[in-house]
């Protein structure tokens, strides 16, 4: 196939312009050790959107954007792929090894999915301890290559995720992105089980952190000014759910900021215990407001959360179907990218937005 249907940014732009456009481009080709995946599905994150207005900005245009990706493979690049992929231990010690059995490695008619995380550089220092999300030369999906709002996309085959079939395609997309940088945001808060955690904005993410947090025993507060929002919190198992203004039956050990919003910071500092911990889930922030050193003092921290490693997406994944999660999605055509974007930027998403994209 020579040619391919995707949605493209040449410019970034408010998405009320409509600065993605619907476009036959040529279908990429995959290299050794990489893979042609059909894709069937993907999810519409924040980080989208701050790409495609600008916030964000790519290495270079004109770009196809998207980074939770879901299809099957349709070829694998002459040359041998590797067969094992090297990934981190979450607490910093000396990388393991994860063999993938032979049904795992990647193959024609194989379900994947490809998350933000891209390719490290497997060099430098960060990689070798174990930290991959935090390489010196690391490569993101629809940032630094073509991503998933298309009909084709190539992948490095030791960086594509292996999908449970308990998942449909259109609930697996936002497990690839939003699923797998909640399950991060819970371990750098410090998490235990049996422990209250605050959500501060509850959209793709927070849905997703929300059903971990609950299999791993603790007691869920969420904030978010959206009533249908809080309504569906609830309906997820939170024990309370209010507004950001509002103050929690009891103060929460941990919290985590889902929205870009710097205000959020102080609020939630607010209503941590001392010696609690607050994970900040952003990759762009609108600031950092100024507050009372008071709000920090008694040995509270703030952490930010940066990308995620493979060792994050295996674990979440075997997490996700065990529970099982549930993933609330609304689906919007490929050519309506722009449209889910505008939505989701008016908070009017309930769960995940997800593209689907039929197979010809």
Not at 166 to 195: K, M, Q, T
């Amino acid at each position: 196939m020579s040619n391919m249907k995707a949605m493209v940014l040449h410019k970034p732009a408010p998405v009320e312009s409509l600065p993605l456009k619907l476009e036959d481009v040529p279908c990429p080709e995959p290299k050794p050790s990489e893979v042609l995946i059909r894709v069937s599905a993907c999810g519409v994150c924040h980080t989208d959107l701050h790409i495609v207005e600008g916030e964000v900005r790519p290495r270079s245009l004109p770009l196809i954007p998207g980074h939770q990706v879901v299809g099957v493979i349709e070829s694998v690049g002459t040359g041998k792929a590797s067969e094992e992929a090297r990934i981190g231990d979450y607490s910093g010690g000396i990388p393991k090894t994860l063999k993938r059995t032979d049904g795992e490695n990647p193959h024609p008619g194989m379900r994947v999915g490809m998350p933000w995380l891209y390719k490290a550089c497997g060099e430098c220092s960060y990689c070798k301890s174990g930290l991959e999300n935090l390489c010196d030369d690391p490569r993101f999906t629809g940032l630094d290559v073509n991503g998933g709002y298309a009909e084709y996309i190539v992948a490095p085959a030791d960086f594509v995720v292996p999908i449970p079939d308990i998942f449909s395609d259109e609930e697996a997309a936002p497990l690839l992105c939003a699923g797998i940088i909640g399950y991060r945001s819970l371990r750098v808060s410090g998490l235990l089980p049996g422990e209250r955690i605050g959500l501060f904005g509850f959209g793709a993410s927070a849905h997703l952190a929300l059903q971990v947090a609950r299999y791993w025993g603790c007691e869920v507060y969420v904030f978010t000014r959206s009533r249908e929002h809080q309504d569906l919190a609830r309906s997820l198992g939170a024990a309370w759910a209010g507004t950001a203004d509002d103050v929690p039956p009891r103060p929460l050990d941990r919290a985590i900021t889902f929205a870009p919003a710097g205000g959020l910071i102080p609020r939630a500092l607010k209503n941590l215990r001392k010696g609690g911990t607050l994970a900040i889930n952003a990759i762009h922030m609108d600031g950092l407001p100024e507050m009372p050193y008071d709000l920090l003092y008694w040995e509270r921290s703030i952490k930010s959360v940066a990308n995620s490693t493979r060792e994050d997406a295996f674990n979440f994944m075997e997490v996700a179907a065990a529970i099982p999660i549930r993933v609330k999605t609304e689906a919007f055509p490929l050519e309506k990218a722009n449209e889910a974007l505008l939505q989701l930027k008016e908070r009017k998403i309930q769960g995940s937005a997800v593209l689907f994209i039929p197979s010809r």
